[in-house]
């Protein structure tokens, strides 16, 4: 069974058939004006611009899906970070609880207190930053 083709090899066959093309626009068009097609290769001149004109947009398309891979993955790391960003607010929350419970039963230990500390410097960060 064949592997699939990457984008990259897709990406790399069109470039070398585009250049193949540009060869043959070449070969048919006029060595003094190369817009312009020699005399009786007109034909040949009109389907080499046009495959031309084909292949320069399945580049395109190709580079656009290059482009939207790489944005996709940084979506996908940013998503990652503000996870763990509201993973690690909600445990400091719920820590702050855990330690107003043991400050309301009388139980000092040096746990508590950090959580304590923690969980009060978030609730005044969250504070700060609505206003």
Same mark, same amino acid.
């Given at each position: 069974?064949?592997?699939? @083709?990457?984008?990259? !090899? $897709?990406?790399? #066959?069109?470039? !070398?058939?585009?250049?193949?093309?540009?060869?043959?626009?070449?070969?048919?068009?006029?060595?003094? =004006?190369?817009?312009?097609?020699?005399?009786?290769? !007109?034909?040949? #001149?009109?389907?080499?611009? !046009?495959? &031309? =004109?084909? @292949?320069? #947009?399945?580049?395109?398309?190709?580079?656009?899906?290059?482009?939207?891979?790489?944005?996709?993955? @940084?979506?996908?790391?940013?998503? $990652?970070?503000?996870?763990? #960003?509201?993973?690690?607010?909600?445990? &400091?929350?719920?820590?702050?609880?855990?330690?107003? =419970?043991?400050?309301?039963?009388?139980?000092?230990?040096?746990? =508590?207190? @950090?959580? $304590?500390?923690?969980?009060?410097?978030?609730?005044?960060?969250?504070?700060?930053?609505?206003?």
């Amino acid at each position: 069974m064949k592997k699939p @083709a990457t984008t990259q !090899e $897709a990406r790399g #066959f069109m470039e !070398e058939l585009r250049r193949e093309l540009l060869r043959q626009k070449r070969a048919v068009g006029d060595p003094r =004006a190369p817009m312009r097609a020699r005399p009786g290769q !007109e034909e040949a #001149f009109e389907k080499v611009e !046009e495959n &031309l =004109a084909k @292949a320069a #947009f399945i580049l395109d398309i190709l580079e656009k899906e290059g482009r939207r891979t790489v944005a996709r993955k @940084a979506v996908k790391a940013v998503d $990652a970070l503000l996870d763990g #960003f509201l993973v690690f607010g909600f445990s &400091l929350l719920a820590m702050l609880g855990v330690a107003a =419970a043991a400050v309301l039963l009388n139980t000092p230990s040096p746990v =508590a207190q @950090a959580t $304590a500390i923690a969980g009060v410097g978030v609730a005044l960060a969250r504070a700060v930053a609505r206003k």
